[in-house]
Each structure stands twice: as structure tokens, then as C-alpha cells.
């Protein structure tokens, strides 16, 4: 709904949620949002009892990792 609401005219919705608690309950929740996201009744309707979020990969080696550090990398080998 929020990158709807920034003039988005739709959103990605990757893999990732199929490894949240309901996954089919999660993604008619996104459609909905994003079919709705200028009605804010319907938007916290949708929004409650989704189960467990989507769960991320953990890598403690990444912890450290500045991103910045990858800027000015590429160097014209396109």
C-alpha cells in the first residue's frame, strides 16, 4: 500500500513469502493492499492475524559488511 501510496503503479513480490506462516492468507493480503491502499479500514482488516512473518537468511559473517565499501566497484567491464 505504501509504494502504491508514493505512485508505484504496482508492486514485486518475491519468493520470500512463501516462508511466512500463511503464505496464501499473506499474498491475497497484498493484492488486497495493493488493490485498496487508499482505504485505510480495509488496510488494517487485511494487515491483522497474517501468522509469522517472513523470515530472513541469518549469516553472522555479514554482520560486519559495509555496504558502502561496494560503491565505485564495477569499473566499465559491462
Same mark, same amino acid.
Given at each position: 500500500?505504501? &509504494?502504491? *501510496?508514493?505512485?508505484?503503479?504496482?508492486?514485486?513480490?518475491?519468493?520470500?513469502?512463501?516462508? @511466512?506462516? =500463511?503464505?496464501?492468507?499473506?499474498?491475497?493480503? &497484498?493484492? *488486497?493492499?495493493?488493490?485498496?491502499?487508499?482505504d485505510?479500514?480495509?488496510?488494517?482488516?487485511? @494487515?491483522? =492475524?497474517?501468522?509469522?512473518?517472513?523470515?530472513?537468511?541469518?549469516?553472522?559473517?555479514?554482520?560486519?559488511?559495509?555496504?558502502?565499501?561496494?560503491?565505485?566497484?564495477?569499473h566499465?567491464?559491462?
Open positions: 500500500a505504501l &509504494m502504491m *501510496q508514493l505512485g508505484m503503479d504496482g508492486v514485486f513480490v518475491g519468493s520470500g513469502i512463501f516462508k @511466512s506462516g =500463511d503464505p496464501a492468507k499473506r499474498a491475497k493480503a &497484498m493484492v *488486497q493492499a495493493v488493490t485498496h491502499f487508499r485505510a479500514k480495509i488496510l488494517k482488516e487485511i @494487515s491483522t =492475524d497474517l501468522g509469522e512473518a517472513m523470515v530472513g537468511i541469518q549469516d553472522l559473517k555479514l554482520s560486519n559488511v559495509n555496504f558502502r565499501d561496494r560503491e565505485g566497484t564495477l566499465g567491464t559491462w
